[in-house]
């Protein structure tokens, strides 16, 4: 096919919409519609559940099996998006794919922290804490701390250890203040905790990275990370 001056035009090109902005705008909507149609979908089979139960009988009665049905009872063990065996993971597929596909639509998770939390009954740490600030300023960020079993833990003490930059420069650990210092941990509880820190302000600019630690519970850390930004005109 001949092409004038054996150049071609922007229009021949069968991937030249990927630039154009108004082509993205209109594939994107799309896309968000869909999205937005199979989410109405598992709210209308969570409402239909709520009315009529799991198996469609009237007061949530399930349906009985016959014997030699282990296979499908296995099976519905593992649903979890589309035919799920309890009401809680299907209402948790529902929000996950709404904050996918819709992203900034739920509220932050976190505040100052990227979900920072400890769970003392389970022994599990997630999360990360994030702070910024300028030097001779201060940041502060929140923890969660979940005690799910039966028993009262007592007062819960955290520590930080110092802050190092890989230049070898510090932020100690002196700076950071925990609130509260002690924590009653009762039977079934979970408290924030707010962990600040003050810079000096001849401390250099850059990231300084430590660990979050709680007394006697040694499985249980999170990591910090502080960055302190150019002062200020």
């Given at each position: ?108 998770k976190s505040s100052g922290a ?120």
């Amino acid at each position: 096919m001949e092409r004038g001056n054996g150049a071609a035009s922007s229009g021949d090109l069968p991937w030249a919409s990927v630039f154009d902005p108004a082509a993205n705008v209109r594939a994107l909507t799309a896309i968000q519609a869909e999205g937005l149609r199979a989410a109405t979908g598992l709210v209308d089979r969570f409402i239909r559940i709520a009315a009529t139960g799991l198996n469609g009988m009237e007061g949530g009665a399930r349906e009985s099996r016959p014997e030699g049905k282990a296979a499908n009872v296995e099976q519905d063990r593992r649903a979890d998006l589309f035919g799920a065996p309890d009401v809680e993971p299907l209402l948790r597929s529902w929000l996950s794919m709404v904050e996918q596909l819709l992203p900034g639509t739920l509220p932050d998770k976190s505040s100052g922290a990227e979900g920072a939390a400890l769970d003392f009954s389970g022994s599990v740490a997630s999360g990360r804490i994030e702070l910024s600030a300028a030097p001779g300023g201060a940041a502060t960020a929140e923890v969660w701390l979940h005690n799910l079993g039966r028993s009262d833990l007592g007062p819960v003490r955290l520590r930080c250890a110092d802050l190092l930059a890989p230049d070898g420069a510090t932020v100690p650990a002196g700076a950071v203040r925990i609130h509260p210092a002690a924590v009653p941990m009762p039977a079934r509880s979970s408290r924030g905790v707010e962990l600040t820190v003050q810079l000096d302000a001849t401390v250099a600019p850059g990231w300084y990275r430590g660990t979050l630690l709680a007394q006697g519970y040694p499985q249980l850390w999170l990591p910090v990370g502080l960055r302190v930004c150019e002062p200020g005109p």
